[in-house]
């Protein structure tokens, strides 16, 4: 009895779970309201707030299924493939492919980012696992490069910043099938690649850690053991 329960339950909570992303993408994320999601989904504002205690959490559970949906991909697509080019293209682009459709709605979300006290924050306290995970899979992806411990240490949340910088642009892309987006992103790998191959020559190591201690002092890169924890299975 109580796996059948649990499983209704899921089941009510990807119904409104569905419904909610669904008028968050056709009225937009403020005009939807919790009533609107529960009226449409066929159920009490009350027992939809049983499942989600607010629209933040709606966005929060949306948070995780991309990093879920960001992991897989990369993990599946990367198989094979030998090139860094190739790991790093795949993990930007999948990204990028996955939020296509949701461009009005993460436009929406951005104003949030400049509250870090804000749950739905993309740079908050309450997104920093999300923060972790896009930076594991980042490091999974420069995992078979020889780069020395400081480099590796560096480099996933170079590929973080880079890529949050990507899709600011490509919410603002309006060419033809965003190509603008795909070619600053092929270009930004191919620049990506070449400036590993210098950055890891030991003639830098003195600045790669200067650069490390002036971003640990600021708190703004975590400890690589934060993010191998963080890697979605």
Do not use: C
């Given at each position: ?19 909610a992303?669904?008028?968050f993408?056709?009225?937009g994320f ?5 009533r609107d999601?529960?009226?449409?989904a066929g ?7 049983h ?11 949306y ?12 993990a599946?697509e ?13 993990a930007f ?10 461009r ?5 979300l951005?104003r949030f980012?400049g509250?870090?006290?804000h ?11 999300h923060?972790l995970?896009?930076m594991a ?5 420069l ?51 070449a400036?590993l ?9 003195p ?6 201690a002036?971003?640990?002092d600021?708190?703004l890169?975590?400890?690589s ?9």
């Amino acid at each position: 009895m109580f796996k059948t329960v649990t499983a209704k339950g899921e089941d009510t909570r990807e119904r409104i779970y569905g419904t909610a992303l669904t008028l968050f993408r056709e009225r937009g994320f403020d005009a939807t309201t919790m009533r609107d999601v529960a009226g449409a989904a066929g159920m009490s504002l009350g027992a939809a707030y049983h499942y989600f205690p607010g629209k933040d959490a709606i966005v929060l559970a949306y948070y995780d299924r991309v990093s879920h949906a960001h992991a897989r991909r990369v993990a599946e697509e990367t198989v094979g493939a030998k090139k860094l080019a190739d790991r790093l293209s795949i993990a930007f682009q999948s990204k990028l492919e996955i939020l296509r459709d949701d461009r009005p709605l993460m436009g929406a979300l951005l104003r949030f980012a400049g509250d870090p006290r804000h749950p739905l924050s993309f740079f908050g306290a309450a997104t920093r696992e999300h923060r972790l995970q896009s930076m594991a899979v980042f490091a999974a992806a420069l995992s078979d490069e020889p780069l020395p411990d400081d480099l590796a240490r560096l480099a996933p949340v170079a590929l973080w910043a880079l890529h949050m910088g990507l899709l600011l642009y490509f919410l603002h892309d309006e060419s033809p099938g965003h190509r603008k987006t795909i070619a600053l992103t092929a270009g930004a790998v191919s620049l990506i690649v070449a400036a590993l191959k210098v950055a890891r020559l030991p003639v830098l190591r003195p600045l790669r850690r200067r650069v490390i201690a002036l971003l640990d002092d600021a708190k703004l890169i975590p400890d690589s053991n934060a993010i191998e924890l963080a890697r979605i299975a």
